[in-house]
């Protein structure tokens, strides 16, 4: 199989060009949907052979759905990467040797954080699954705010050996002032009418189903509580601790930090309500 490449990206020249360089592996036809970056990140795709557009980003959803709808592609199956994603040489083995026209209508990719230099390992949160490779026309993203993920609309799911490696090499500043703005689609995406479709919750479905049943159970739980049960569960229960000083940080900081930022920022809301 050799499916076209599409890749979103802002302000991403330190992590693009290692992306790219994978992506080059497993096709010929790279598209960079660039959210009008004012460092190289044009400059670089192009050096790559990518084909750039630029389009307004509003969230990942809608700007991965535009892509969708938008973008020429020539082959019949697409992947979908973040600019701070490369693959691995397994998951380029895995992908080269689908065929052309295989049973299922996409596949479920591993997916590593690396933090601070450091790839986390544990926690029960690395890896995580995503739909990032699908045929055309089967898969699309869902309409959320946050913690959006594509789904597939007809055909079933596999999944691909190998993993691809998420890294952060942002600043604490610019990362802690994103999950700040994350915490806001959350709890609009919590207090607002869902439409749309969205992954169906399955505790024994694939992977993205059943964290989406694991997370209305968290989402049930009492807030202020819950963020500190789940940073013991992963941090503790999930051995999270083996991830060292880094994982420290970052379980700190991505479970009970944002988790707590979030049931806060629902009770003020929910506070303006009654006044």
Wanted: glycine share 6%; proline share 4%.
């Amino acid at each position: 199989m050799k499916p076209s490449v599409i890749i979103l990206a802002y302000n991403s020249v330190d992590t693009l060009g290692a992306t790219l360089a994978c992506a080059q592996e497993i096709s010929d036809d790279l598209h960079v949907v660039d959210s009008f970056s004012t460092d190289d990140t044009v400059a670089l795709s192009r050096q790559h052979g990518a084909q750039v557009v630029q389009h307004a980003f509003e969230n990942y959803g809608a700007q991965r759905n535009w892509a969708i709808d938008n973008l020429v592609l020539r082959y019949p199956w697409q992947l979908h990467l973040d600019a701070d994603e490369r693959l691995t040489p397994e998951l380029i083995a895995s992908v080269l040797s689908l065929p052309d026209n295989p049973d299922h209508a996409g596949f479920l990719i591993a997916r590593f954080v690396q933090f601070l230099g450091r790839r986390m390992r544990y926690g029960g949160m690395s890896p995580t699954w995503h739909m990032r490779l699908f045929r055309n026309g089967a898969g699309r993203c869902e309409e959320r705010k946050y913690d959006q993920h594509f789904h597939l609309s007809q055909g079933s799911a596999g999944q691909l050996q190998g993993y691809m490696i998420d890294e952060i090499r942002m600043s604490l500043s610019e990362w802690t002032a994103r999950h700040n703005r994350w915490s806001d689609f959350e709890v609009k995406e919590m207090t607002t009418a869902v439409d749309g479709a969205r992954i169906r919750p399955r505790f024994w479905g694939n992977p993205l189903e059943r964290k989406r049943f694991l997370r209305g159970l968290y989402n049930g739980a009492p807030l202020f509580v819950r963020p500190y049960a789940l940073f013991f569960y992963r941090y503790f229960f999930r051995l999270g601790f083996l991830d060292g000083r880094e994982g420290f940080i970052f379980w700190t900081l991505q479970t009970f930090w944002f988790r707590f930022l979030i049931d806060a920022k629902l009770f003020e809301h929910r506070k303006s309500k009654t006044i």
